[in-house]
């Protein structure tokens, strides 16, 4: 006897649809499975025979082939044992074979058939919601699916379970839980620094890239954990984009299905694959991780160079896409990049108290090392000096604090998008234009710079709810390239 069930295997953050045919013949005992499967799908055998037997059922002393179809799409991961086990139970008659003409599975059984979690239950989910089927799987995932909205799901513990028949549809759903800031760092919390928190402020409002330089110990970690507190509010959409990521690396989504932006600090060490994903089978990497909030780097120059030149096209793009043998994975990669590093390589290049023991081509060789094209993408770049010991002793208190910020961040947003879509150019004023020329001319900016300088223009022109982009928004963003020129 034949039967099928549906379920997904994973390319990036979709589930894209699978079949599996279970074959039940007469010969001698044999349990294969076909269909380009990895070695955990390959694995579902021994699985499948212990939980079906310990859960009461009867495992066939016959002969039983398992195909995954489409055969040329790569199958990976241990979704696939709560399908193939259904399957086995509809071709011996142990379930009714109709059971799953609309009802599509996942998930991993134990030895004892207990149900379990697998990375991705989200995109099974969207996926499953899609094709218009419900989903069985795994009870503990029922709140992380409950965010789809009108998914069907029938969570089950154990595959003993659906011997008296499917589950219920359980139609979500709670609304997730109350958004909203918990930026672990307030802008309040740090002292002085106020051109940087301008220019976080002025980040988070145009979406712009955030370069600091200064010496060790100058704050620039501080500053850059504030930054996703300045974010505005994640849409719906963005919370499932970013939660689909983090549920196809097997991490927990329900800080981002609550709208919690991700903060990623990877290592200086990491590697191309850790940095932008890749793997087999692949996987999201850090930039992905941290879609829709801030990835921060720090030692920029110290991170390989093919390492920081990998994230050029995912900057640019807001996806990384991997071509693989088996074809195409993209992942999103929307984030806000804040880089740190010092000045020179001993850290103390223009610092009033300590003297540099760098000479001038070493300088421009640490420089040289994040390349001019990643250079260029870095909108925002600034000076962050170490702050006077008497801010700190006396304890005074900042002007700035994350609310009062991320309030303007938004009126920004807002008036940039009231105001008519004029392209930036159009709406320079006339000495604002020359102001521009000049400064690109003395500083030989490249096209792709002055692009970025005039979207950081238009910016600093919404944050002051201008229609036109002034000489002094253009002045104000010219300040902020100055560091490469010194
Ligand atoms: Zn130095």
Redo the contacts with the bound molecule.
């Keep these: 006897m034949q039967a099928t069930v549906p379920t997904g295997t994973l390319v990036g953050v979709d589930a894209v649809p699978v079949e599996v045919q279970a074959d039940v013949s007469a010969g001698l005992p044999l349990f294969g499975i076909v269909g380009l499967a990895d070695a955990a799908v390959m694995e579902a055998r021994d699985r499948v025979r212990a939980a079906l037997r310990s859960s009461g059922y009867d495992f066939p002393n016959a002969r039983v082939i398992v195909n995954l179809a489409p055969a040329p799409l790569r199958k990976h991961g241990t979704g696939f044992d709560l399908p193939i086990a259904l399957a086995v139970l509809c071709a011996t008659g142990q379930l009714p074979t109709e059971t799953f003409s609309n009802v599509s599975a996942v998930g991993e059984l134990g030895l004892d058939g207990s149900v379990r979690s697998v990375p991705g239950m989200l995109a099974h989910a969207v996926a499953a919601n899609g094709r218009g089927m419900d989903l069985l799987g795994p009870a503990a995932a029922a709140d992380v699916v409950g965010a789809v909205p009108e998914l069907r799901y029938r969570p089950v513990d154990s595959i003993g379970a659906v011997r008296a028949g499917l589950p219920g549809r359980r139609s979500h759903t709670s609304d997730a839980p109350a958004a909203d800031v918990q930026a672990d760092v307030d802008l309040a919390d740090i002292a002085g620094h106020e051109t940087a928190k301008r220019c976080l402020e002025i980040a988070a409002a145009g979406g712009h890239n955030l370069l600091l330089v200064g010496p060790p110990g100058s704050g620039k970690t501080m500053l850059a954990r504030a930054m996703c507190g300045l974010l505005p509010p994640l849409t719906p959409n963005e919370r499932l984009e970013a939660a689909l990521v983090q549920s196809v690396a097997g991490r927990d989504p329900r800080a981002s299905l609550a709208g919690v932006r991700p903060f990623r600090a990877p290592h200086h060490s990491c590697s191309i694959a850790g940095l932008v994903g890749g793997g087999t089978p692949p996987l999201p990497g850090e930039i992905s991780l941290a879609h829709t909030g801030v990835l921060f780097l720090d030692e920029f120059p110290e991170f390989g160079p093919a390492t920081l030149q990998s994230l050029r096209q995912p900057l640019e793009e807001g996806a990384v896409t991997l071509v693989r043998a088996c074809g195409v994975v993209r992942y999103p990669s929307r984030v806000t990049l804040v880089a740190a590093m010092n000045?020179?390589?001993?850290?103390?290049?223009g610092d009033p108290a300590r003297s540099?023991?760098?000479s001038s081509p070493m300088?421009a060789q640490y420089k040289a090392r994040i390349g001019g094209p990643l250079y260029d993408r870095m909108d925002l770049s600034i000076r962050v000096d170490r702050i006077d010991p008497s801010l700190l002793i006396d304890e005074i208190a900042s002007p700035s604090s994350t609310e009062a910020a991320r309030a303007r961040v938004l009126a920004a947003r807002e008036f940039g998008r009231s105001r008519p879509p004029v392209g930036v150019r159009a709406s320079l004023t006339r000495s604002a234009r020359h102001l521009l020329e000049a400064g690109a001319r003395g500083a030989s900016l490249s096209g792709r710079a002055v692009t970025r300088l005039l979207g950081v223009a238009r910016t600093i022109a919404d944050m002051s709810a201008s229609a036109r982009v002034e000489e002094e928004h253009v002045g104000e963003a010219l300040g902020y390239r100055a560091w490469e020129y010194q």
């Design positions: 000045p020179c390589r001993c850290g103390y290049q540099c023991s760098c300088i």
